[in-house]
């Protein structure tokens, strides 16, 4: 098995752990909780999740690329990259709690909840520069091990506090905001190991670090409102009963995307310390029929899952369900191409891409929430999907001389990559 199959199989891995704990813990939650409760929860938790990668101004992908390209500079490229994660998340809690009476809809609870849970934004934030250092060193097995104890600690303390009769919109709350500082331990000892043993080193160009990670951020924040606004929206929108419905189908259609994340940060690396334009494509190929057949896996389950495991209640997120699945797959080759523009320097045509791919998702969500519900916020999450990936294809055709035909069909060839040393 050749280096680069063993880091995307312990990268799928760990990728798997956490939609595997949330299918575990999503029931939970939806029985203890009912549709309104767990609309309360994602209403709540929502902003940590946006926050998180947006005020981080793609420093995590940054220094990823510098440390993937100079291992050596790991502790140099951390400490800058800390001071300005902490200074931008404090003033992301800031902004949080001064929007809460807006995002709350009125709710004293919402409002209350939310603040909350801006105090977890520093440590989250921290905790992802962190593993974002342990994925420029190939450190996948550290990176697999966080999200175990991340995932691992969150589905025991819900599990417990439901045991308990404890499980109550606040508890809930303060376990999806605490639980992913957790993991950060494990990351501790080899950065310290390597800081005492690293040989002298320049500093790093704080102006270069913020220069890739600002052009990255401009895709981020497009990134993010395509994954998260409309769950952030949705309450003032349509209602907490609508988002808990959207929460429980996307938790399900995000399963297929196990594959194609390991691979896209696997490539990420790789690509970044030197392109490989015939690697790259081949990956972007099986990452897709990878999707594709998981998409298939989830539809087919999904009509027993969700009654079985969730309750009659989340039966009418099934469309939801199928049509975020459909857009799973029409934009997973966009997405490699994608990781290709960012690898080789040119984060600024991706984020490009994101945020026309933005200007459509926004105007289908104000357009389709209000009206249809969560099935609305799912087409215009579809058209988002097909936006962003078409124009990072065809970017990628322009900038980097790679067709984007090439990332389309399986190849007979494509199968010896698992064999290459």
Not at 108 to 113: G, M
Not at 225 to 240: E, F, Y
Not at 302 to 328: D, K, N, Q, R, Y
Not at 376 to 392: E, F, I, P, R, Y
Request: hydrophobic letters at 55%; aromatic letters at 4%.
């Amino acid at each position: 098995m050749s280096a680069t199959v063993r880091r995307v199989v312990i990268g799928t891995l760990g990728n798997s752990i956490a939609p595997l704990a949330a299918l575990l813990t999503m029931p939970i939650m939806a029985h203890a909780l009912g549709a309104s409760g767990r609309g309360t929860v994602a209403a709540s938790v929502a902003p940590l999740l946006l926050t998180t990668t947006l005020a981080a101004f793609g420093l995590p992908i940054a220094v990823t690329f510098f440390v993937a390209q100079s291992p050596a500079l790991a502790h140099r490229v951390l400490r800058p990259a800390t001071v300005y994660t902490c200074l931008f998340g404090a003033l992301a809690s800031g902004t949080v709690v001064a929007s809460a009476g807006l995002l709350s809809a009125g709710s004293h609870e919402l409002r209350i909840l939310l603040c909350c849970s801006a105090l977890a934004i520093v440590p989250s934030m921290c905790t992802a520069l962190l593993s974002a250092v342990a994925g420029g060193l190939h450190q996948w097995g550290t990176v697999a091990t966080e999200r175990l104890i991340v995932n691992g600690s969150k589905l025991a303390a819900i599990s417990v506090l439901a045991g308990m009769d404890q499980l109550t919109v606040g508890s809930c709350v303060a376990v999806l905001a605490i639980t992913p500082v957790v993991g950060a331990i494990v990351y501790v000892p080899g950065l310290v190991q390597r800081a005492r043993s690293a040989p002298p080193t320049p500093a790093v160009d704080h102006r270069a670090l913020l220069s890739y990670g600002g052009r990255v951020w401009l895709g981020t924040l497009s990134g993010v409102v395509l994954s998260r606004i409309d769950q952030v929206l949705m309450a003032p929108l349509a209602g907490t009963t609508e988002l808990g419905l959207y929460v429980v189908a996307v938790s399900l259609s995000e399963m297929p995307l196990i594959v194609n994340s390991a691979i896209r940060e696997v490539m990420f690396v790789s690509d970044s310390a030197g392109t490989d334009s015939a690697s790259l494509t081949r990956a972007g190929r099986i990452s897709t029929l990878a999707t594709v057949v998981s998409a298939i896996a989830v539809a087919s389950i999904a009509s027993w899952v969700v009654p079985t495991l969730f309750g009659a209640e989340f039966t009418s997120s099934l469309p939801v369900c199928f049509i975020l699945l459909a857009g799973v797959v029409i934009g997973n080759p966009g997405s490699i191409a994608g990781v290709g523009l960012s690898a080789r320097g040119r984060p600024g045509f991706k984020s490009m891409s994101l945020a026309v791919a933005c200007v459509v998702n926004i105007g289908a969500l104000l357009a389709l929430v209000g009206p249809f519900g969560a099935f609305g916020a799912a087409v215009a999450t579809v058209l988002g999907n097909v936006v962003s990936g078409g124009l990072n294809l065809a970017l990628l055709q322009r900038t980097g001389s790679v067709p984007a035909r090439d990332f389309f069909g399986v190849r007979s060839g494509d199968l010896r990559l698992l064999r290459r040393p």
